[in-house]
């Protein structure tokens, strides 16, 4: 069992930069693949990054390739977002998932475990 508090969602203008954080409790966050989602209104839950258990694999969506780096620390249980040239159209909530899975997946019905979300918002 693995909860999962987000923070860092804010107000940002076009091109501007956001850190999402992600803090997890439990004792095994080590043995999760951790990943972040996002989902606009009116649009289904999409795939943003996923990082492995090590940090040594990460995985981007294509439209955020190259501007977003996820990245983790398992001492502190922390997996993060750095979001750099920021587009009205991800204005979302981000929402962080945590999986015992080995690889992780694009489809969020394959997340076991979820934060609240955290508000992301990109004025034009």
């Known amino acids: 069992q693995v909860q999962l508090v987000e923070s860092g969602g804010g107000l940002v203008q076009t091109g501007g930069s956001l850190r999402l954080s992600c803090v997890a409790s439990?004792?095994?966050?080590?043995?999760?693949?951790m990943g972040w989602f996002r989902q606009a209104p009116g649009k289904e839950r999409e795939f943003v990054a996923a990082?492995?258990?090590?940090?040594?694999?990460?995985y981007y969506a294509d439209s955020v390739k190259g501007r977003f780096t996820i990245s983790r620390d398992n001492a502190k249980k922390t997996v993060n977002l750095q979001m750099d040239i920021l587009k009205p159209e991800e204005t979302a909530v981000y929402y962080c998932?945590?999986?015992?899975?080995?690889?992780?997946?694009?489809?969020?019905?394959?997340?076991?475990?979820w934060g609240q979300g955290t508000q992301v918002t990109v004025s034009s």
């Open positions: 998932a945590a999986d015992s899975s080995y690889n992780p997946s694009r489809y969020s019905t394959d997340w076991a475990y």
């Open positions: 439990g004792r095994t966050f080590s043995s999760y693949v």
């Open positions: 990082i492995s258990w090590t940090g040594g694999s990460r």
